[in-house]
Nanobody, 118 residues
Framework: QVHLVDTGGGLVQAGGSLRLSCVAS????????MGWFRQPPGKEREFVAA???????IYSDSVQGRFTISRYTAKNTVYLQMDSLKPEDTAMYYC????????????WGQGTQVTVSS
């Protein structure tokens, strides 16, 4: 059974940095794509970053150049390094996984809150 645990959120001032972690169990990165999403207060959940099938990394326009997704295969862990944070980055952040052959993100972490103060 696939299980994702995302941690690392917190309160940070604008311009600061945070690193989120997602520990995955029940899957291997060879068969799954991994990504990060976020849901700002009062808004829909939106894509942030992911490893594509190639594997290459893709980012939303709003975080391109500021956020970096990476993974440590030996620990089955995916990271999201967030630099130059802005108040508009405030959101609940979720790790997600999908089969490489699927377009639907099937598995989700419980979420970790990121709050950026101005």
């Amino acid at each position: 059974q696939v299980h994702l645990v995302d941690t690392g959120g917190g309160l940070v001032q604008a311009g600061g940095s945070l690193r989120l972690s997602c520990v995955a169990s029940g899957l291997t990165f060879d068969n799954y794509a991994m990504g990060w999403f976020r849901q700002p207060p009062g808004k829909e959940r939106e894509f942030v970053a992911a490893f594509s099938d190639k594997p290459t990394t893709i980012y939303s326009d709003s975080v391109q150049g500021r956020f970096t997704i990476s993974r440590y295969t030996a620990k089955n862990t995916v990271y999201l390094q967030m630099d130059s944070l802005k108040p508009e980055d405030t959101a609940m952040y979720y790790c997600a996984a999908r089969f490489l052959s699927s377009i639907s993100w099937r598995y989700w972490g419980q979420g970790t809150q990121v709050t950026v103060s101005s």
